[in-house]
Structure formats: structure tokens, C-alpha cells
């Protein structure tokens, strides 16, 4: 089952706007004219709104592969950067229609993360081979034949999204671990520079999602000892204020973890956020 949330974060409303035992919905993006969220599910996109008893509606796209939960909005609120199970990303428009193919390196698994607030690069883990540690990849959109590689140090790296002014992109990585998995917060200057921690936890701290003021931010939290961010585990969504990333404002106990806030999930006034989670019997 999959539960689809939108969380208030000033009164702490939590409201389920749609449950589905039909569709694995997961990692909801919130369009920027605030009416809709975007999921995908059963290897499509869908658009709901973010009210309850909507019901979610399939985006009919052509030549676009299997999507997975990796997909981002286009700053210019009409199009969405989808990543494929052909391990490409493309370029859709949200109502439909024709995807076009943006990446071209072959061999390589481009899981997209991150636009840039002027919408003319994209941040990506790259992987080549799942046995070796993802690596933060920027490329631009106009020509994404070749990528530069940012060096953000040892260890695996996921959730590359930069902050809302373009100073910083703000990821998860291993690369402090002293035990396998053990994922903590960091952030990068744009265009590469000292690896800043944003906060020490014995805790396994994936996708730091800031909201669009830049005044807040929601990650997820999994137990001590977790690898990768698998499905199915009791975790919670931390809210903090990007002030201070140490003191939680607020966490949210939650059955679910892969699929539940991969993405971005803000909406444009920043008091909310959506997530997903995945009841276990």
C-alpha cells in the first residue's frame, strides 16, 4: 500500500490526500503553480492534487523508458528531468506528449537529483558499476555529452540538489564512515570546492531536501546500521532549520524509506511538504 502525505510544518498537519493499492506511487516533486504533485509509479509519471479524495491521474508521455523515483521539475513549471531505466535522463512536458533524451554517455547510470535554479544543468550520481561508490556528476542540459565530475571525496554520494540560490549543492555521502553505509549530510560549494558536514549522527541520514525559501529542510532518517536506503523500514522524515541542521524541529515517524522523499517535495510556499509511505501488515 502506498500512502501519499502532505505535511504542514508550522502546525504539524499531517493529512493523506490519497492511498493506492493498485500503484507503487513514490517521490513526489510539487509543480511550481502549487496545484499538483508529480509521482511516478508502475514505471509512469502521474499528476495529483495535493487535496483529500483526489485521484491521481496518468501523464501519457511518448519515448519516454520505464521512469524510476528519480525525476526533478524544470524551473520553468512546464517540463520535468526524468532519470530511465535505460539509465538515461530525459526531458518531458508535464500535461505529456514527447520525451527528449538529454544524456548520451553510454555504459553509465545517470540517477538525477538536482537542477540548477536557472534550469541549465543538471546534478547526478554517476554510476558505472554498482560495486563501486556512486560520484557526484554535473552536466549541463543544452550539451550533456560530457559531465564534470565533482570530487566530494571518498565513499558513495546520493541526493544531489543544489540550495535554492546556487551557491551549494547539498547531498548525502559515506565518505566520514567508519562502518559500511553510514550516509551523513554534507553540502558542496557549486562548482566544487571544501565538503562541508552539516551534521554528525549516529543515525543513516539520506536526501537533504531544503525548501524554496532556503529556511528550512526535511531529510530521512534511517536506523543506525542501515546500507543503501532500502524500502520497507520503520524511519523518520527530520525537519530542521537550515540554521542549525543539529536540533530537529520536528520528527515524523514513518513506515516506508525507499520511495518515500527521494525528490524534492517543497511546495512553492514553503509551509509544506509531500512524502509517501508504505503501511506494513
Request: no cysteine; proline share 7%.
Amino acid at each position: 500500500m502506498a500512502r501519499i502525505h502532505v505535511h504542514t510544518i508550522e502546525t504539524g498537519e499531517d493529512s493523506v490526500v490519497h492511498e493506492s493499492r493498485d500503484v507503487l506511487f513514490e517521490a513526489p516533486n510539487w509543480t511550481t503553480d502549487g496545484q499538483a504533485l508529480i509521482l511516478n509509479g508502475n514505471g509512469a509519471l502521474w499528476s495529483l492534487a495535493p487535496a483529500a479524495g483526489s485521484e491521481p491521474a496518468r501523464i501519457e508521455h511518448l519515448d519516454l523508458p520505464e521512469a524510476n523515483n528519480d525525476h526533478v521539475l524544470d524551473p520553468d513549471g512546464r517540463h520535468i528531468f526524468v532519470s530511465a531505466m535505460d539509465q538515461h535522463i530525459y526531458r518531458a512536458g508535464l500535461t505529456g506528449g514527447a520525451a527528449t533524451r538529454v544524456t548520451s554517455e553510454a555504459g553509465v547510470w545517470h540517477f538525477l537529483h538536482g537542477v540548477s535554479p536557472d534550469g541549465k544543468r543538471l546534478a547526478y550520481v554517476r554510476i558505472v558499476d554498482f560495486g563501486e561508490p556512486g560520484r557526484l556528476a554535473v552536466t549541463s542540459v543544452d550539451d550533456a555529452s560530457e559531465s564534470l565530475l565533482v570530487d566530494t571525496g571518498a565513499g558513495h554520494i546520493d541526493g544531489p540538489e543544489w540550495s535554492p540560490d546556487g551557491r551549494w549543492i547539498y547531498f548525502n555521502t559515506e565518505r566520514w564512515a567508519q562502518r559500511p553505509g553510514h550516509a551523513q549530510l554534507a553540502r558542496i560549494p557549486d562548482g566544487g570546492g571544501e565538503v562541508e558536514r552539516l551534521v554528525a549522527s549516529d543515525t543513516v541520514d539520506w536526501f537533504p531536501h531544503l525548501s524554496p525559501d532556503g529556511r528550512a529542510a526535511v531529510y530521512l532518517e534511517y536506523p543506525t546500521g542501515t546500507e543503501g536506503h532500502p524500502a520497507d523500514l520503520a524511519v523518520q522524515l527530520v525537519v530542521v532549520g537550515t540554521d542549525d541542521w543539529s536540533r530537529p524541529r520536528r520528527r515524523i515517524a514513518v513506515p516506508g524509506g525507499q520511495g518515500t522523499i527521494n525528490v524534492n517535495s517543497w511546495a512553492p510556499d514553503s509551509r509544506r511538504f509531500a512524502y509517501v509511505s508504505y503501511p506494513i501488515r
